[in-house]
């Protein structure tokens, strides 16, 4: 593995993104869109029933959701990186390919992590969460291995599509389904037993889990906690990135990535 | 016994039921200037990145600048330069920040990297230019920099595959003009793709392809001479049986 490049390719990642400011603004301001308009609605229609503001409640699934834009759509410029044919000058560099899926995760990763943080320091002190030491450790935690899964399996989509087109397409259906069934708008374990099953296999799921631990300790008891072991999320979310690494790694090198759409664009 | 840069044996490569190569024997000397001449989809392409190890064979052996193409392939990409038909440039990044990352990406140290990108960038008269990012240049400083990029971590052979591909007269003259000081100044062996004949001319010797086949080789005056013609547009045609122009795209 070879450090350098890897290094070159997580600091491209940086380097675009903080130059994309339509980007950079979305990713801080996303989460605060859904504060007001879904965190206000539902905190009216629950108002009374429970003993949690639903901002409150909302919180860590915000944080979540941070972390999977920006996590999965770095992904998405490995798909502009092929289009573009940057992607070929990363694939003839003396590399293997299980380095550049790992270059690239990492730096979706520490993106993901990096705009998490950023929300963090606005966003918990709105809804008034004060998380403790230990509690914002672990929530560093569950950012970063969320990130790591959702960058892994960012970039198998990214493999495995062609076209941006496409792209944007298959995002769809899974950036919302995933969202809504990671807990972060409402608990997993209200959920019948088949979207249930459903949610225990996305990644975000516990990731959202995580950062339910981390943040809502105090809340614990009222059952708007964490719902799952910790050491059941992190082992997820550690199988979900490598899993992902390794299909990425084999997928980038699957052949035909370079040349088959040079033939196909000539008939 | 010296290595030949490039030797192929009964080198091939189908997709699914195409042939783009048929049965490539060819020998690529240390230090030569080589041409693949032939239309589009005569196999050009194919056989560069079967040499660079993008493809995998479907049959035959390759060994580029020494190394087996299927068994060893990092050692083969770490010893060849490739400037791809189409820009592989970041057009958002700068013309710094490109070199930059191809470094790295060779695991270029940063005090061997730096100052070779300030030699290579006043060679390639892209000094005052370095800040801008490549979407603002023209095509042919584009193309200056992408072989600026495949040179950066001075390998001992560079494909340069259609590398004059959309380029204007004047572009297309200064690259050639790149091309030869480059050679000049060291013992560089240049495989180059063309569609174009008057771009293998200058050629040490070139091989003619057609439809996934080797037709001809040798020095442009060999060919012409065996096939009694003046120019290397009638050997294609009497190799092939139709002329260079007409197969174009097909």
């Known amino acids: 593995m070879s450090a350098r490049a890897v290094y070159g390719i997580v600091a491209r990642e940086f380097v675009r993104f903080l130059r994309q400011r339509g980007r950079v603004l979305a990713s801080i301001g996303r989460p605060f869109v859904w504060l007001v308009f879904a965190g206000a609605g539902f905190a009216a229609v629950f108002a009374g029933r429970n003993q949690i503001d639903y901002r409150v409640y909302m919180a860590p699934g915000l944080l979540g959701m941070v972390v999977m834009f920006g996590s999965l759509l770095a992904a998405l410029s490995t798909v502009t990186d092929r289009e573009a044919g940057v992607l070929r000058m990363v694939l003839v560099a003396p590399i293997r390919r299980s380095t550049i899926a790992f270059g690239k995760t990492l730096g979706a990763t520490l993106l993901g992590t990096a705009q998490a943080l950023v929300v963090a320091g606005l966003l918990l002190p709105v809804v008034h969460l004060r998380p403790t030491l230990a509690g914002a450790l672990l929530g560093l935690v569950a950012v970063v291995l969320s990130g790591l899964a959702m960058g892994a399996l960012g970039l198998v989509l990214a493999a495995s599509i062609r076209s941006i087109e496409n792209f944007a397409g298959v995002m769809n259906f899974v950036i919302f389904p995933m969202l809504f069934l990671s807990g972060a708008l409402y608990p997993v374990r209200h959920l019948g037993l088949v979207l249930r099953a459903v949610a225990y296999a996305n990644p975000l799921a516990y990731g959202v889990d995580l950062l339910k631990h981390a943040l809502l300790g105090a809340w614990a008891e009222a059952g708007y906690g964490g719902e799952l072991p910790v050491p059941l999320d992190c082992g997820a979310l550690v199988l979900f990135a490598i899993v992902g690494l390794a299909l990425a790694a084999s997928l980038l090198g699957r052949e035909g990535g370079v040349t088959r759409t040079a033939l196909r664009g000539r008939s | ?250």
């Open chain 2, 1 to 250: 016994m010296t290595a030949a840069a490039i030797d192929a044996r009964g080198l091939g490569k189908d997709f699914g039921a195409i042939r783009a190569l048929d049965q490539l024997d060819l020998e690529v000397r240390e230090g030569e200037f080589f041409g693949l001449l032939g239309p589009n989809g005569a196999g050009k392409t194919t056989t560069v990145h079967l040499f660079a190890t993008l493809l995998a064979p479907s049959r035959g052996t390759a060994r580029v600048a020494g190394y087996d193409v299927v068994r060893e392939g990092l050692s083969v990409r770490r010893s060849i330069g490739l400037v791809f038909q189409d820009t592989t440039l970041d057009r958002d990044l700068t013309i710094t920040e490109n070199l930059r990352f191809a470094a790295r990406l060779w695991s270029l140290p940063e005090r061997v990297a730096r100052p070779r990108i300030d030699v290579l960038l006043r060679q390639f008269e892209l000094l005052e230019r370095r800040d801008d990012p490549v979407r603002t240049l023209s095509g042919g400083m584009r193309r200056a920099v992408d072989i600026a990029r495949g040179i950066l971590h001075q390998p001992r052979i560079l494909f340069l595959d259609e590398p004059t591909a959309g380029l204007d007269p004047r572009a297309r003259r200064s690259l050639w003009e790149r091309i030869r000081a480059l050679r000049a100044g060291s013992g560089l062996t240049v495989l180059l793709t063309t569609h174009y004949v008057e771009e293998a001319e200058p050629c040490d010797r070139v091989a003619v392809l057609d439809r996934g086949r080797l037709a001809a080789l040798g020095t442009p005056a060999e060919l012409k001479q065996a096939a009694g013609v003046r120019s290397l547009e009638e050997v294609f045609l009497a190799h092939t049986g139709h002329p260079l122009a007409e197969t174009d795209g097909g």
